[in-house]
T-cell receptor, first 115, second 112 residues
Framework: SAVISQKPSRDICQRGTSLTIQCQVD?????MFWYRQQPGQSLTLIAT?????????ESGFVIDKFPISRPNLTFSTLTVSNMSPEDSSIYLC????????????FGSGTRLTVV | GEDVEQSLFLSVREGDSSVINCTYT??????LYWYKQEPGAGLQLLTY?????DMKQDQRLTVLLNKKDKHLSLRIADTQTGDSAIYFC????????????FGTGTRLTIIP
């Protein structure tokens, strides 16, 4: 199955700063998905990133706060901008995994704490 | 919009079977998944089922789907301590281009 390398695995950041999270996939994929998991909560989709076009954001998420890059078919970044403590969450990237016949594979996640 | 519900907690004795339930509202759901999240780890795909199937078995895991009632269950036979985790069901209406909508997650605790 596809292997995703996500980094950093965790970080503690000061409010008002920004953090960029990277996801590298070992195979080419069309779509990459970015999710947020707030403490004790389920996963919520932030945006879908398609190579060569602007990311599509879900309701409640905006590009100025969560800019995404997708420069090629194996790599994407998510930036959490102007952070506040409410942004403390686990952020995960995901790709469709055609090797696993309709499953989606997830990165190991970035645990972000904003102080 | 889509809504996926699970009970939050389940405790099971080691060696017994665990049954984790999930209900969803979107009748367009075509693909239904079960993911496992261990503490401090990402999500691991356990199994999936298509909406035109009633049951799928994979070693200790059995997935049952009642499409009429929009009810999905995951049965883990001979539950072991390593099965302690949060289990999420998720659904999508398509594969590849569509997001997953996740349930609230069920925390499975194994009693020795």
């Amino acid at each position: 199955s596809a292997v995703i390398s996500q980094k950093p695995s965790r970080d503690i950041c000061q409010r008002g700063t920004s953090l960029t999270i990277q996801c590298q996939v070992d195979s080419q994929v069309t779509m990459m998905f970015w999710y947020r998991q707030q403490p004790g909560q389920s996963l919520t989709l932030i945006a879908t990133a398609n190579q060569g076009s602007e990311a599509t954001y879900e309701s409640g998420f905006v590009i100025d706060k969560f800019p995404i890059s997708r420069p090629n078919l194996t790599f994407s970044t998510l930036t959490v901008s102007n952070m506040s403590p409410e942004d403390s969450s686990i952020y995960l990237c995901s790709v469709e995994d055609r090797d696993r016949n309709y499953g989606y594979t997830f990165g190991s996640g970035t645990r972000l704490t904003v102080v | 919009g889509e809504d996926v519900e699970q009970s939050l907690f389940l405790s099971v004795r080691e060696g017994d079977s665990s049954v984790i339930n999930c209900t969803y509202t979107d009748s367009s759901s075509t693909y239904l998944y079960w993911y496992k999240q261990e503490p401090g780890a990402g999500l691991q795909l356990l199994t999936y089922i298509f909406s035109n199937m009633d049951m799928k078995q994979d070693q200790r895991l059995t997935v049952l789907l009642n499409k009429k009632d929009k009810h999905l269950s995951l049965r883990i036979a001979d539950t072991q301590t390593g099965d302690s985790a949060i289990y999420f069901c998720a659904e999508s209406i398509d594969f590849g281009n569509e997001k997953l909508t996740f349930g609230t997650g069920t925390r499975l605790t194994i009693i020795p």
